[in-house]
């Protein structure tokens, strides 16, 4: 079906009639909503330049902006709360006629400055809250058999609340990340993921995908310009339309209203904890004997690994379909089933204060208090094996974790290499700590992370699709079919340690390097740290105008790369309103 039809059908809901319900909602909230400590357009307080002509109806405030790992900070920015997907074109064609940039906010739970640039002038940035409006949901569960079932959700809708919705009518998805707090249009637009590989022998149950979340989407929505009207427009975009996939992912360069995803029958995971494989064990070459990552992902597909500096033995856990509880197996009946590594003891906060006032030599003991507090956390709370539906036991993260910086990215590959992969980052990394080390120096004191998921594989997708997300990191390399795993590795560290851009930047060198030619390629993983300098990410200036646009262009055709999702950002946008300075250096 065409793109622009209004009376597009998804799943069997209108999405006319799902903006409208959403309008509905938010008509009931009132006008006059202002969020928490912000200061109210028209308050004497306010220290911005006042937006001339401010659309009416329209709450409008002076707030902070914060991001994950605390390092982008503004005290006051204007944030704006539409109340519909039309707001977000009056503000769109607003800001066009008054010069001013829209930037849409969300948990604001990232690193990479893909909606606001440290240190950068918003005298004329207008922040857009998707979460206090935009954020309905609608469950269409015909066909969940067949895969057929959608959920329609607002841009502003967690990923949490969309799950919780899929779940009340016997729905699911296979992946999804570690976080629920997160907005479905945030995860989008970086193709967030989960640490979901089929088992050896595995299907994809019908709806599920073990790639992207972008890969689930069969519908969107979004602000884009009319050359005919001479204005910003709402635009329907259906998966079959070669036109939605650079806006699958989009790094914030477009504003998506709402999507329409896919979702199979839920189903239930048993997650295992284990804290007593060396390291060396664990991460050990393809082959070896004993209990291996290899191993864990042939019997379960769904593997994840954290070992923090300075311990011999990672927290791994391992999710298995199990449609039985086991008697072992504890059952939950909700997500953030870890608690005690929300609640951080004074066991790690005195080495962390240490750390914090320059004294590097506390790492060490750092990363072991992180360790036992997990370990001794999992043994005292029976948490080591959980049984129960699927998203109850892939979210174990909350916004109050510890905030850490993160470096590393993602290496694309055949299965086979797995355990190579991971086993030559590891010696690579265990190697550079300790000589370090013994210089006198940590910048690491931060676990290293490793898990898996598939490519966008468009066999998973349910409708007629025009092709993968175009600058997706799981994107498939034509060139090398056989290439089907992405194995996610990131390093992360306290902000503002002494040297950790540095060790960051030497390692993104080295598994660009190590992971090349026919064996595998490194790609940035978008929401977190890349392009480094020796002084800060996102900084290197031939990594954001030559490097990484280059890993999008290789291994597939020309017109359908980075160019093309370039080209079409601009045509979305020609006046660059959805936009900031730092993605004006990375897509011009």
Not at 99 to 109: A, D, F
Request: net charge negative; aromatic share 10%; hydrophobic share 40%.
């Amino acid at each position: 079906m065409a793109a622009g039809r209004s009376d597009q059908q998804t799943g069997g809901v209108s999405r006319r009639g799902f903006l409208t319900a959403a309008a509905g909602a938010a008509a009931l909230a009132g006008l006059g909503w202002t969020p928490a400590q912000a200061i109210p357009f028209g308050d004497v307080r306010a220290t911005l330049p006042a937006p001339p002509a401010f659309p009416d109806g329209i709450a409008l405030a002076q707030q902070g902006y914060e991001n994950w790992a605390q390092e982008i900070r503004f005290d006051q920015v204007w944030t704006c709360t539409p109340r519909d997907a039309r707001d977000v074109v009056r503000l769109a064609n607003w800001a066009h006629a008054n010069g001013y940039r829209l930037r849409p906010r969300g948990t604001m739970h990232g690193w990479s400055p893909l909606t606001l640039e440290a240190g950068q002038n918003v005298d004329r940035v207008l922040l857009v809250d998707t979460m206090a409006r935009l954020n309905a949901v609608l469950v269409d569960p015909a066909g969940a058999a067949e895969g057929r079932a959608t959920v329609t959700a607002g841009a502003g809708a967690t990923v949490e609340t969309i799950l919780t919705e899929l779940q009340a009518h016997g729905l699911g998805w296979a992946n999804a990340p570690a976080i629920g707090g997160l907005t479905i249009a945030g995860v989008l637009a970086i193709d967030a993921h989960g640490a979901t590989l089929p088992a050896d022998g595995e299907s994809a149950l019908p709806g599920a995908s073990f790639g992207s979340l972008s890969n689930l989407v069969t519908a969107m929505t979004a602000v884009v310009w009319d050359d005919v009207a001479g204005r910003y427009e709402l635009r329907e975009f259906s998966r079959a339309d070669a036109a939605i996939r650079p806006l699958l992912t989009h790094l914030g360069r477009s504003f998506v209203t709402s999507v329409t995803l896919q979702a199979g029958p839920n189903y239930r995971l048993r997650c295992e904890s284990v804290t007593d494989i060396p390291w060396r064990e664990l991460f050990a070459p393809a082959g070896a004997p004993g209990r291996t990552f290899e191993s864990y992902v042939a019997r379960s597909g769904r593997v994840e690994a954290i070992w923090f500096p300075f311990t011999e033995t990672p927290w791994l856990k391992v999710w298995t379909p199990t449609p039985v509880k086991p008697p072992q197996s504890r059952e939950v009946t909700g997500p953030y089933n870890y608690w005690y590594s929300d609640n951080i003891p004074q066991a790690v906060t005195d080495p962390l204060g240490l750390i914090t006032r320059g004294i590097g030599s506390a790492t060490p003991l750092f990363g072991q208090a992180q360790f036992a507090t997990i370990a001794s956390g999992l043994a005292a709370t029976g948490t080591a094996d959980l049984w129960g539906w699927s998203k109850d036991v892939l979210f174990y993260l909350r916004a109050t974790t510890l905030r850490m910086n993160a470096g590393g990215g993602v290496v694309i590959t055949r299965r086979s290499n797995i355990a190579r992969v991971i086993n030559e980052f590891t010696g690579w990394h265990h190697r550079r700590q300790h000589e370090l080390q013994a210089a006198g120096r940590f910048p690491i004191n931060g676990p290293f992370e490793v898990r898996l998921c598939g490519l966008d594989d468009q066999g998973e997708v349910t409708v007629e699709s025009a092709g993968p997300p175009t600058i997706s990191a799981l994107r498939p390399r034509p060139d090398h079919p056989e290439w089907d795993t992405a194995i996610w590795m990131n390093v992360v560290g306290v902000p503002g340690t002494p040297g950790q851009a540095a060790y960051f930047r030497e390692m993104e060198l080295f598994m660009r390097e190590n992971y090349s030619g026919d064996y595998a390629t490194f790609r940035p993983e978008w929401a977190k740290g890349w392009a480094f300098t020796d002084r800060a990410g996102h900084s290197d200036g031939p990594s954001i105008e030559t490097v990484i646009p280059g890993t999008y262009r290789a291994g597939v055709p020309a017109g359908d790369d980075w160019d093309t999702a370039r080209a079409a950002y601009n045509a979305n946008d020609p006046h660059r309103i959805f936009s900031n300075d730092f993605l004006d250096r990375l897509l011009p």
